[in-house]
C-alpha cells in the first residue's frame, strides 16, 4: 500500500463502514499519515484487480506499546463491493499472515460483529478462532444502519506456529 492508494482505500473503508457489520468508525481517517499510525510498516498492503485497480486492503496494527505485547497485532481487511465473493480478501488474509510471522508477530486478533458472517468465515479459513464475546463493548455513531446501538463483538486470535 503506498499513500497514492489512499482515495481508493478510504472508499473501501467507506463502503464497509455504511454497512455497519464491519467497524465502529464513522468515517476513515482523513489523512494516509493519520491511517497509518500505528501501524506496522510491512503489514499494510493492497490487492488488485486485473486491471490494476485497487480491489481491497489489510493492515495489522499495535496492540499495545509495551514490550511484552510485540508480538501482537490486530487485523483489519476490506474488500470493495464489486469484489466481494472473488476470494480477494483470502489473498489479502494469506499475504498478511506471511507479512506477520516474517515480522515476528505470534498473535493476530480480530474484533468482529457476529451478523458479519463473511469475515468471520474469511478468518476462521485462515486459523482464526473465537475467543470470547465482548458484550456492549461501543456503541455505534448516531448514522448509518446501526446508528446509537450499544454492540457486542467476537474477538477472534491466529496464534503462529513459526513466529514467537
Not at 464513522?26 to 497509518?36: K, Q, S, V
Not at 476462521?124 to 446508528?147: L, Q, S, T, Y
Request: glycine share 12%.
Amino acid at each position: 500500500m503506498s499513500e497514492t492508494d489512499w482515495p481508493v482505500v478510504a472508499e473501501i473503508y467507506r463502503e464497509g463502514i455504511a454497512t455497519g457489520q464491519a467497524t465502529f468508525a464513522e468515517a476513515p481517517p482523513a489523512t494516509y499519515a493519520a491511517f497509518c499510525d500505528g501501524a506496522i510498516s510491512a503489514g499494510s498492503l493492497v490487492a488488485r484487480n486485473g486491471h490494476g485497480m485497487v480491489a481491497g486492503w489489510a493492515r495489522i496494527t499495535r496492540v499495545s506499546a509495551r514490550a511484552v505485547y510485540a508480538g501482537v497485532a490486530e487485523v483489519s481487511v476490506y474488500v470493495a463491493g464489486t469484489a466481494r465473493g472473488k476470494r480477494v480478501g483470502d489473498a489479502l488474509m494469506r499475504e498478511l499472515v506471511a507479512r506477520a510471522e516474517a515480522a515476528g508477530i505470534w498473535t493476530l486478533q480480530a474484533s468482529i460483529f457476529e451478523e458479519n458472517t463473511a469475515s468471520l468465515a474469511l478468518h476462521a479459513r485462515h486459523g482464526f478462532r473465537v475467543v470470547g464475546r465482548r458484550e456492549r463493548i461501543g456503541r455505534m455513531p448516531r448514522i448509518g444502519p446501526r446508528g446509537g446501538e450499544w454492540r457486542d463483538t467476537l474477538l477472534l486470535e491466529r496464534r503462529s506456529r513459526v513466529a514467537g
